[in-house]
């Protein structure tokens, strides 16, 4: 049984350049959810998906967007990337909106 | 603003000891509450969740929680140098998304 998966695993861009990031969740799982982690810090919530719809959405500028496909893939686009975007970005998927995440490996984004 | 504190560390602790881990949150209205183990440079792992308050028990692992004092805890019983982590609190309430804390580094020295 797979558990969620991203790609790609490292990712290096130069400031201005735009991103797009992907994850496939966990089988049987429906709603997918995106966190950024910078070094030493908790994972701050971007946005969830549902259905294919953004359902929830945490405080991140609209660079950040998203899509969720009828497989329940998903990807996290970010434009004009700046240094700050550098970070792990995670991808979590659950049964339901109120269950339990489960995180795949996430993605090691530097932004040079 | 919801918020969820924990003390940073490091927390070292002899092999074979018990490990106290806290956490407090903000938010009256928290109904869920999940610890996460994550290894430098690795993802999250889902190691407890609990709803109600009291102890929940899985193998060496105990979360206690006491939503009067808005307070979670993780014990890890007989720690060993494999738990060396770090151990992240995270709260929710209904269909909210997971607030996480900053995490408590955890070394436990052979």
């Not at chain 1, 049964?95 to 530097?110: C, E, K, Q, V």
């Amino acid at each position: 049984d797979a558990g969620v998966t991203q790609s790609p695993t490292h990712l290096i861009k130069t400031r201005g350049q735009q991103v797009t990031l992907r994850c496939s969740p966990k089988s049987g799982h429906d709603t997918v959810s995106w966190y950024q982690q910078a070094l030493g810090q908790g994972p701050q919530f971007i946005f969830q998906y549902y259905e294919e719809e953004e359902r929830q959405r945490g405080n991140f500028p609209d660079r950040f967007s998203g899509h969720q496909f009828p497989n329940y893939s998903s990807e996290l686009n970010v434009n004009a990337l700046w240094l700050g975007d550098s970070a792990l970005y995670l991808c979590a998927s659950s049964l339901a909106l109120d269950s339990p995440l489960h995180f795949g490996n996430g993605t090691r984004l530097t932004v040079t | 603003q919801k918020e969820v504190e924990q003390n940073s560390g490091p927390l070292s602790v002899p092999e074979g000891a018990i490990a106290s881990l806290n956490c407090t949150y903000s938010d009256r209205g928290s109904q869920s509450f999940f610890w996460y183990r994550q290894y430098s440079g690795k993802s999250p792992e889902l190691i407890m969740f609990i709803y109600s308050n009291g102890d929940k028990e899985d193998g060496r692992f105990t979360a206690q929680l006491n939503k009067a004092s808005q307070y979670v805890s993780l014990l890890i019983r007989d720690s060993q140098p494999s738990d060396s982590a770090t151990y992240l609190c995270a709260v929710r309430s209904g269909n909210t998304p997971l607030v996480f804390g900053k995490g408590t580094r955890l070394s436990v020295i052979a």
